[in-house]
C-alpha cells in the first residue's frame, strides 16, 4: 500500500505542545524521529516525547520506558544496530536475521496491533483502496502516520539499516494476524510494471525491492513462510526476522519469490510485514 502525503504543520504543533498539549508534542516526537515536515533528529523526538509523557499522553511515558530499558537514557545508536544476517537461499536471495527485535519491542508491537486489526485487504490500484479478496483470510494493522509510535519509528529505521534501504522508501508497517486456518495464500509483493494500473505508483516510489517480516510471537505450531522455489518453509523464534529480495541487482523483478504466510494449525501467528521501496512518494 502506498504512503500518502500527510498534512503536517510543524509550527502549529509545537505552539499546541508548548501550550502542554501531550498529543502535539507527542506527534512532533514521532515527525522528528521520521524525519518528516521536521530534521530527522532522534535527539529531538526523545525530547518530544519526554514532553509528551510529562502532559500525559498515554503511550509517550511506557514507549521511554521500553526505549530506556534499565539504563537512564535512550541508547539510539544501539537501538539501530541489528545482529548479522544469514543466508537461508541465494536465488531469490532470502537472509533470516536471528534476534533482531528484543522480545519486549515484540510485545509493544503484538499489543498495540491487537486494538487495531481488521480483516487484511489487497491494494487495489483502480480505486486507490483496499478490498478483501480470497488470497487473504488473515487480519492486519496498518500503522499510518495516526497510529504511529516512536518505538515504531525506530523498529522501521532498524530495518532499513539492515536492509541497506532508505527510510523514506519503507510503506506504512503492517502487522499480521493469523488465527488457526487463516492464511495470506501464495502472492508476490513485487508490482507488476507489465500491469498499467501501477505505472504512476511504479513511477513515484519505484519497485517493492524488499520484504522484511518480524516474528512476534512463537508459541503457534503450522504458519510458516513459505516460498515456492526452493520449496523453503522457515519460522522464526519471537524477534527473529526475514528479509528477502523482491528484484535482483539489476532491478528487475525476481519472478522466484513467490510465497506465502501458511495456516497456524495451533494458537495465532503475529508478524509484522515491512514492504521497503526504493524513494519516498513524490510530493
Ligand atoms: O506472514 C507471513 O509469513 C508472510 C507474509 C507475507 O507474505 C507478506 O507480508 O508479503
Known amino acids: 500500500?502506498?504512503?500518502?502525503?500527510?498534512?503536517?504543520?510543524?509550527?502549529?504543533?509545537?505552539?499546541?505542545?508548548?501550550?502542554?498539549d501531550g498529543g502535539a508534542a507527542h506527534?512532533?516526537?514521532?515527525?522528528?524521529?521520521?524525519?518528516?515536515?521536521?530534521p530527522h533528529d532522534w535527539r529531538m523526538a526523545l525530547d518530544w516525547l519526554a514532553k509528551a509523557a510529562g502532559a500525559g499522553h498515554a503511550t509517550a511515558g511506557p514507549e521511554l520506558d521500553l526505549l530506556s530499558g534499565r539504563s537512564a537514557g535512550v541508547d539510539i545508536a544501539a537501538w539501530l544496530a541489528s545482529p548479522p544476517p544469514r543466508a537461508l537461499s541465494e536465488g531469490p536471495a532470502i537472509l533470516a536475521i536471528d534476534g533482531f527485535l528484543p522480545a519486549e519491542v515484540c510485545d509493544w508491537l503484538r499489543a498495540r496491533a491487537e486494538a487495531l486489526a481488521e480483516p487484511a485487504l489487497v491494494y487495489d490500484f483502480d480505486t486507490g483502496r483496499g478490498r478483501r479478496e480470497s488470497v487473504r483470510t488473515n487480519a492486519a494493522a496498518r500503522f499510518d502516520l495516526?497510529?504511529?509510535?516512536?518505538?515504531?519509528?525506530?523498529?522501521?529505521?532498524?530495518?532499513?539499516?539492515?536492509?541497506?534501504?532508505?527510510?523514506?522508501?519503507l510503506e506504512w508497517s503492517q502487522v499480521l494476524h493469523y488465527a488457526v486456518g487463516?492464511?495470506?495464500?501464495?502472492?508476490?509483493?513485487?508490482?507488476?510494471?507489465?500491469?498499467?494500473?501501477?505505472?504512476?505508483?511504479?513511477?513515484?516510489?519505484?519497485?517493492?525491492?524488499?520484504?522484511?517480516?518480524?516474528f512476534l510471537n512463537d508459541d503457534f505450531d503450522g504458519g510458516e513462510t513459505a516460498f515456492e522455489a526452493g520449496?523453503?518453509?522457515?519460522?522464526?523464534?519471537?524477534?527473529?526476522?526475514?528479509?528477502?529480495?523482491?528484484?535482483?541487482?539489476d532491478g528487475s523483478i525476481d519472478q522466484r519469490t513467490r510465497h506465502a504466510g501458511l495456516p497456524p494449525t495451533r494458537g495465532e501467528k503475529w508478524v509484522l510485514s515491512q514492504w521497503l521501496r526504493g524513494r519516498a512518494p513524490r510530493v
Open 27 to 38: 506527534r512532533l516526537a514521532v515527525l522528528s524521529a521520521m524525519g518528516l515536515g521536521v
Open 231 to 249: 520449496g523453503l518453509r522457515h519460522r522464526g523464534r519471537k524477534g527473529d526476522a526475514l528479509l528477502w529480495a523482491n528484484t535482483l541487482p
Open 182 to 214: 487463516q492464511s495470506f495464500d501464495w502472492h508476490v509483493d513485487w508490482l507488476d510494471p507489465a500491469t498499467p494500473a501501477y505505472a504512476s505508483d511504479l513511477a513515484a516510489r519505484g519497485q517493492r525491492i524488499a520484504t522484511f517480516l518480524i
Open 1 to 20: 500500500m502506498t504512503a500518502a502525503p500527510v498534512p503536517i504543520d510543524p509550527i502549529a504543533l509545537s505552539e499546541a505542545a508548548r501550550r502542554g
Open 146 to 169: 495516526e497510529r504511529m509510535d516512536v518505538v515504531l519509528a525506530l523498529v522501521r529505521e532498524r530495518i532499513a539499516r539492515a536492509a541497506g534501504l532508505p527510510v523514506p522508501g
